[in-house]
Every structure is written in structure tokens, then in C-alpha cells.
């Protein structure tokens, strides 16, 4: 059966599932993103506070940065405008607040190149100057699907969402129907989220999230944990 008009083909649509899917090789699943930290510190101990607390963090830290960077990277991966990949790659390393989150977007990125370079060959020429972080790295496998900026950013913030709900579910600890519930509460605002990071111009993109900033740097000695932030 043929695509609907202007319906993303099936080969894109296949592809930016594969992209959002925990099961990609990058290590996101290892990452709580200072969540584990506030179940300690900042009450996170039920379903509404955790939830309450993903649907912030959203809004308020990944629309307004990373998902922002994936919106401006991907058109910039599609004109060859490597000065803007660069610059945008800058960005991302310079406002992480933490270790943890510098680490993570290192580690996650690295790894994005290694499993790009089994499935695109200039992969390899095209990373051997840049260390990419994983919003950058992201863009440039979304950028090669063929599908709109806006589908690409809803398949990065629903990859985002999933991982961060399995770590609630882990780390409060919650059954699998409070996850489930929690899931479909992000995947309802993740399209107002991309809406808004669509919008952003290069000096409205902003990383500044004090209170996840403080909660990620006191997970680097935390007694106990389960995830790398």
C-alpha cells in the first residue's frame, strides 16, 4: 500500500523508530539524568512527584537545549554547513553543568559514531575531526532518514523519555503500569516541547537548570546508585 500524502515513507518512519529505541547501543539506559539523585534529595519518591519532575525537566532543560541543537543540526547535517555543526557541537560540550552530564554526552555521543560508522560510510571521515556529542551525533543519523526537522525531534525527545522513565521505574522503584502512565503523560507534551524548540534562535538556547545542575554533582558521591548520573 502506498504512503498517504505527505505521510513520512516507511523506510523513514522505520528509521527514526530504530533512532529512538532503547535498544540502540549508546548507553542511554544507563543515565538517570540526576533523577536518582532527587528520589534521595528532592522527594522524588512517588509516581506524581517523579512525573512532575520528567514533564519539568522536559520543558524546562531539554526543549530549550539539546532538543534545540537536534532541531538546528539536522538542516545543517543536510546543507553540509560544517561550520554550524561545529559550532553547535561547541555549545552543547561548553553548557553541560556537571561531570556527569559532560561524561554522558561524551560517552553517548562516542558511541552514536561507533554504531554510525556500521551503517553510514563516510561516517567515519566525517567524526574523525569531531568528537560529537549525542544531540549532534543524533542529528546526523536523523538528518539521513529523510524526514522533517519536527519528526526528528519528536523520535530524540520520545528516545529521551523512554530512557528516563525506565529509571524512575528502577530508581523510585515503580511498577511497570506507573511507567506506562508516566510514558504516556511525556509522549502527550512532547509535541508542545518540539513546538517550542523548533522556535529557538541561537541566543535563546539556554542550559541553565540550577537545581538538576546541584542534584547531578552531589550523584557523583552518592552512597548508593544504580546510574552513571
Given at each position: 500500500m502506498d504512503?498517504?500524502?505527505?505521510a513520512l515513507s516507511a523506510a523513514s518512519l522505520l528509521q527514526l523508530i530504530w533512532l529512538a529505541s532503547p535498544a540502540l547501543p549508546v548507553g542511554g539506559f544507563s543515565y538517570s539524568e540526576g533523577l536518582e539523585a532527587g528520589i534521595e534529595w528532592a522527594g522524588l519518591a512517588t509516581e506524581a512527584a517523579a512525573s512532575d519532575w520528567l514533564a519539568d525537566q522536559l520543558h524546562l532543560s531539554l526543549a530549550r537545549a539539546d532538543l534545540a541543537v537536534v532541531a538546528q543540526a539536522v538542516p545543517a547535517w543536510r546543507s553540509g554547513d560544517?561550520?554550524?555543526i561545529r559550532a553547535l557541537n561547541d555549545w552543547v560540550f561548553q553548557t553541560r553543568e556537571s561531570a556527569e552530564f559532560q561524561l554522558q554526552t561524551e560517552q553517548m555521543g562516542r558511541s552514536f559514531v561507533e554504531w554510525?560508522?556500521?551503517h553510514h560510510a563516510d561516517a567515519a571521515s566525517v567524526f574523525d575531526s569531531l568528537p560529537a556529542s549525542y544531540p549532534v551525533a543524533f542529528a546526523f543519523a536523523a538528518s539521513r532518514t529523510g524526514a522533517p526537522v519536527r519528526d526528528a525531534c519528536l523520535a530524540f525527545a520520545f528516545g529521551w523519555a523512554?530512557?528516563?522513565v525506565a529509571a524512575a521505574?528502577?530508581?523510585v522503584p515503580l511498577g511497570q503500569s506507573?511507567?506506562?502512565r508516566m510514558l504516556g503523560r511525556l509522549a502527550a507534551e512532547i509535541p508542545t516541547a518540539v513546538e517550542s524548540?523548533?522556535?529557538?534562535?541561537?541566543d535563546e538556547r539556554q542550559a541553565f537548570s540550577p537545581m538538576l545542575a546541584v542534584l547531578s554533582?552531589?550523584?557523583e558521591t552518592q552512597y548508593s546508585r544504580l546510574f552513571r548520573s
Open positions: 504512503d498517504a500524502p505527505g560544517t561550520a554550524r554510525l560508522k556500521l523512554e530512557n528516563m521505574v528502577k530508581a506507573a511507567g506506562q524548540a523548533l522556535t529557538l534562535a541561537d554533582a552531589r550523584h
